[in-house]
């Protein structure tokens, strides 16, 4: 009878401290694409009902002092889905929009970093990468588009083979990666569809989102400030979070698939 009180008791925290760090995790809503969307850069066909707004200075999580505000760098950015895609659009306010620099490593250059769990059933409060957790890198630059996975803190026994790719530049990983950008008075707006398949392999299945689903869920934005040699400042924002994101999946926010 003990054990069973304490078996009970255990789950019950367990349940507990998932419930509260899924309480602090702000969340947001990706919407499903009843046809696909047409990527062009015009969001006439988007649901922006559900908007992730990266625009204050406590969502500054490198080279604070660097940040000049909103019209510096800020972004709202939608999500919608469908079976086979995930959609990314973001309106960028940026004051040197597009400028990445081929020399630098791949998070010292202008780029989006999504972050992004295909597991709904994972504890929301794990603080270390699982299988399904993957930090995806989008260079953002008209000139080029290099694209690029980040699995360097997913223990080896959870890689299942899915490594590290593109981290040295110079190549697009994703198949099937649609973008387009279209400048603004402001910005630019960059929109993006990538397909479900790029997040699975021989030994991770597709993950398909189903109505209802929930995941840990994050969006960086990185800009460069200052032309060369003034690269070694480099303001970067995220919806959730600090620095500490690129590690632990607990400082991430929540995606509900409706």
Known sequence: MKKTMTALLLTLVMLLCAACASADQPSATAHKAETPLVID??????????????????????DVSFWQGEMDLSCTVYVMWDENNLYLAADVNEDSPYG????????GEDNFKLYL????????????????????YLIVDNGYWDTAFDRT???????????????????DVL???????????????????????????????????????????????TDISYPCPGTEYIPQMAWSGNLNINTDPSLWGRLTFE
């Open 175 to 221: 198949e099937g990666y649609e973008k387009a950008s279209v400048l603004t008075s402001t910005g630019f707006i960059y929109e993006a569809c990538i397909p479900w398949s790029n997040f699975s392999n021989a030994k991770i299945p597709q993950y398909t989102p189903a109505v209802g689903d929930t995941v840990n869920f994050n969006f960086a934005i």
């Open 117 to 136: 769990s295909t597991d709904p059933a994972a504890d929301p409060a794990r603080t270390e990468y699982g299988t399904n957790d993957f930090l995806l």
């Open 153 to 171: 803190m997913v223990a080896k026994e959870n890689l299942q083979r899915f490594t590290t790719k593109g981290m040295d530049g110079g190549e």
């Open 41 to 62: 850069g015009n969001l006439d066909d988007w649901d922006l009902s559900s908007p992730i707004v990266i625009n204050r200075e406590e969502q500054v999580i490198r």
């Open 100 to 107: 990445a620099i081929e020399m630098l490593e791949l998070d």
